[in-house]
């Protein structure tokens, strides 16, 4: 494992909330969402309303971006802070894997409870394809998830 995706995977378990960016005709859109990471470094989980401008804009395109705040998994081990950006597509969670994902997400966010049972809660995956990695105003890199050796 290199030191980008170690650093990735830090962020990703300490992190409880990221930013998601998503888009509708040329107008993005931010929202705060809860996240449990699922399958280290390549998807996120999250939950929002079927209602909202987000599922609406996902549904319309599943391009998307995810804002990580880095800077507590930078506290907990020897690194400095940093954030991330991860770039690739979210997509409703199917029936098949709903439950799992639920699961794992309930375990996480316990405290979301009334939120991921409702009826009009879509569980997504974000799967990302890459990140950026911002350590200071000199210091961005990036990685792509299909070439770890990229950087």
């Known amino acids: 494992m290199n030191d980008i995706e170690t650093s990735v995977e830090d962020a990703l378990r ?59 998994a930078a506290a907990a081990g020897p690194r400095e802070g940093f954030v991330l950006t991860a770039l690739g597509r979210a997509e409703e969670i199917g029936d098949e894997e709903h439950d799992a994902a639920l699961n794992a997400h309930l375990k996480r966010h316990p405290d979301l409870e009334s939120f991921l049972r409702s009826t009009d809660c879509a569980l997504f995956r974000f799967t990302a394809e890459a990140y950026q990695i911002v350590r200071g105003i000199d210091d961005v890199r990036w990685w792509s998830i299909d070439d770890p050796s990229a950087t």
């Open 14 to 72: 300490t992190a409880l909330f990221a930013v998601l960016t998503t888009e509708s005709d040329g107008q993005p859109h931010a929202s705060l969402i809860a996240i449990t990471p699922a399958g280290g470094s390549r998807h996120l989980i999250f939950a929002t309303y079927r209602g909202t401008r987000k599922y609406r804009n996902l549904a319309d395109n599943s391009k998307a971006a995810v804002f990580i705040d880095g800077r507590e």
